[in-house]
T-cell receptor
Framework: DTGVSQDPRHKITKRGQNVTFRCDPI?????LYWYRQTLGQGPEFLTYFQNEAQLEKSRLLSDRFSAERPKGSFSTLEIQRTEQGDSAMYLC???????????????FGSGTQLSVL | GNSVTQMEGPVTLSEEAFLTINCTYTATGYPSLFWYVQYPGEGLQLLLK?????DKGSNKGFEATYRKETTSFHLEKGSVQVSDSAVYFCALLFSGSGNTGKLIFGQGTTLQVKP
C-alpha cells in the first residue's frame, strides 16, 4: 500500500492559464474523490468516480473544471482559464465502496496547492 | 442544510494537558460523525468515527461521543503529546449521501502542543 499520491505538490500559474492535476489512488480502490480546501476552511466535495464513471459533481464544479478517470485507475482534474478564486489545495481520496457508506474508509493524498497569480 | 462547526483555533496546550475540541453539527436524518487529523505535510487520516447516537469513537487516546440531544461530537484526549500537534477536522456523512463517502467537513482546528 503506497498510499494516494498527487502530482504536482505545488502549482503556480497565471490567471487565464489551464492547469491539470493528477491523482494516483491506492491500486485496488474503485472509488476516487476530489475535494477542494481553501485557507482556513475544511475540504469541500467536488466530484467522485466509481471505477471510470463520474457519478456526482458538486455545484462548486463550474464548467471550467473537468475531471476524468479513463481506465478506472488514475484521475486528472483540469481547470481551464484559471481565476484567482481557484487558488486552493486540491485533495484526492480513494476508497473501496462498502455496502454501508459509514464503513467506507477514505484515504487522502497530500494534495496539490494551486496558486493563481 | 447539513453543516459542521468547530471551535476556532489555534489551540495551544502544554504537554500532558487535557484537550477538548468542540464540534457541533446540523443535519437532516441521522448522520455519521468523524474526526480526521492532518499532520504537517501529510494527507487527512481518519482518527475515529461514530455512526449512531451515544456511540463513542476512540483511537490513539482520543475519544468523541455522538450526542444527538446537543448535536455535538467533541474530541477529547486526557494527556496530549507534542506529536499530537496537527489540524483536526470534524466531519459528517448524512443519510442522503447516496451511500457514498461524500463527507461534509468543519473548518478545522489547529492544535499546537508545547513541550
Amino acid at each position: 500500500d503506497t498510499g494516494v499520491s498527487q502530482d504536482p505538490r505545488h502549482k503556480i500559474t497565471k490567471r487565464g492559464q489551464n492547469v491539470t492535476f493528477r491523482c494516483d489512488p491506492i491500486s485496488e480502490h474503485n472509488r476516487l474523490y476530489w475535494y477542494r480546501q481553501t485557507l482556513g476552511q475544511g475540504p469541500e466535495f467536488l466530484t467522485y468516480f466509481q471505477n471510470e464513471a463520474q457519478l456526482e459533481k458538486s455545484r462548486l464544479l463550474s464548467d471550467r473544471f473537468s475531471a476524468e478517470r479513463p481506465k478506472g485507475s488514475f484521475s486528472t482534474l483540469e481547470i481551464q482559464r484559471t481565476e484567482q478564486g481557484d487558488s486552493a489545495m486540491y485533495l484526492c481520496a480513494s476508497s473501496l465502496a462498502a455496502t454501508q457508506a459509514t464503513n467506507e474508509k477514505l484515504f487522502f493524498g497530500s494534495g496539490t496547492q494551486l496558486s493563481v497569480l | 442544510g447539513n453543516s459542521v462547526t468547530q471551535m476556532e483555533g489555534p489551540v495551544t496546550l502544554s504537554e500532558e494537558a487535557f484537550l477538548t475540541i468542540n464540534c457541533t453539527y446540523t443535519a437532516t436524518g441521522y448522520p455519521s460523525l468523524f474526526w480526521y487529523v492532518q499532520y504537517p505535510g501529510e494527507g487527512l487520516q481518519l482518527l475515529l468515527k461514530a455512526t449512531k447516537a451515544d456511540d463513542k469513537g476512540s483511537n490513539k487516546g482520543f475519544e468523541a461521543t455522538y450526542r444527538k440531544e446537543t448535536t455535538s461530537f467533541h474530541l477529547e484526549k486526557g494527556s496530549v503529546q507534542v506529536s499530537d500537534s496537527a489540524v483536526y477536522f470534524c466531519a459528517l456523512l448524512f443519510s442522503g449521501s447516496g451511500n457514498t463517502g461524500k463527507l461534509i467537513f468543519g473548518q478545522g482546528t489547529t492544535l499546537q502542543v508545547k513541550p
